[in-house]
């Protein structure tokens, strides 16, 4: 190949900041700026009107991201969370708005009444996928196992995501796991979100007459992680890190970081020693790794990381990424639990999932 070709090769390459451009321009046209300009075509609403519309709503997500990423004040954060709503609401009005299109393709319904059965009922939608945010409920997994000398109850929070989400909402779900009395408390990554998250804002945690089990997931890596390390410490939190601990003769309890690599379960595992004799239970904040510890005589793997997609119809693209999105998962003598999450990350909403706060109650056999 000539230096000429190659030239003209690089040349054709789009350069990073017009593959941004091209990305953003691809999620914001559909979620962002079709909606507000065909609602305000139905609505007859004039073009000035419709721009003042238009600018707030398309770059919403670039004051929440970045602009406002870190902020503190109320009116800031207020300002963050309407942006952050927006983002929940756009998929629910472009699914509404593509059905009504249809409609009205076919006279079935006049453009002013589409409009308005669009809103309504994505404002519907939204209130639900909030209070189904707001609101965490308890799902109980069940089942038996050979390497326990007696039953074993515990809980797991996962994605709590302080920061974006308040310490109102972290004392709400630790006085619901304080309600079931487990042995001991998993919290298996992106517990804070956010750099400077304070020990008060985290001081509920102190409340729990259990051990407190932790793992770190790639949110707490985006942040200051050696310092939230150290203000889990001061709440008497154990952080496992490539750790292990026996909670009790027949309990072991692993630990490894959160890693974008799909052999890190597989290596770390190999730097712990693993009691086979305890029913032991591995914490890794995404679900890869099962068959690493299906090879290593792990028990119970228990993750979270994917929100079961969080808001419809973002979970198929989920289902794209992780061959293990929600739910249980057995490979041989190993399971693998795949939390929908505690909390939420961006939008305090969710459309076909639930906040879950997940209790484990294994039988002795």
Request: neutral net charge.
């Amino acid at each position: 190949m000539s230096s000429a070709d190659t030239t003209d090769n690089i040349q054709r390459k789009p350069s990073g900041m017009r593959f941004f451009i091209m990305m953003f321009l691809a999620v914001h046209i559909p979620l962002f700026i079709y909606p507000v300009l065909r609602l305000c075509s139905w609505l007859d609403i004039g073009p000035w009107v419709t721009t003042l519309l238009l600018i707030p709503v398309a770059s919403s997500q670039v004051i929440s991201r970045w602009l406002l990423r870190d902020v503190k004040q109320p009116l800031a954060r207020g300002l963050r969370h309407a942006a952050d709503y927006l983002l929940g609401l756009s998929p629910i009005l472009l699914i509404a708005l593509l059905c009504f299109e249809v409609a009205v393709l076919l006279n079935l319904i006049d453009v002013r009444s589409a409009a308005l059965i669009v809103l309504g009922s994505s404002l519907l939608v939204s209130v639900v996928g909030i209070l189904f945010a707001l609101i965490p409920s308890v799902k109980k997994i069940t089942f038996e196992s050979s390497q326990l000398t007696r039953p074993l109850r515990f809980v797991q929070i996962t994605d709590v995501h302080i920061g974006s989400r308040s310490s109102a909402f972290l004392e709400k779900v630790i006085g619901k796991v304080q309600v079931l009395q487990p042995e001991f408390l998993c919290i298996t990554g992106d517990f804070i979100d956010a750099t400077g998250v304070t020990e008060e804002e985290l001081a509920i945690l102190r409340t729990l007459a259990c051990p407190i089990y932790f793992t770190i997931g790639n949110h707490e890596r985006y942040e200051d992680l050696d310092e939230i390390l150290l203000r889990m410490q001061a709440l008497g939190v154990s952080t496992l890190r490539t750790q292990s601990v026996h909670h009790r003769d027949d309990v072991q309890v692993l630990g490894i970081d959160d890693r974008d690599d799909a052999l890190q379960v597989e290596r770390e595992l190999r730097k712990l020693q693993i009691d086979r004799q305890a029913f032991g239970i591995l914490m890794y904040h995404r679900p890869h790794g099962l068959e690493a510890a299906a090879r290593e005589g792990i028990d119970l793997m228990i993750s979270g990381h994917t929100h079961n997609g969080q808001i419809f119809p973002f979970n198929l693209v989920v289902n794209r990424v992780f061959d293990r999105v929600v739910g249980m998962y057995q490979l041989g003598g190993s399971r693998l639990y795949v939390s929908q999450g505690t909390g939420t990350w961006g939008p305090v909403m969710r459309i076909g999932t639930r906040s879950e706060i997940t209790l484990f109650e294994i039988g002795s056999i």
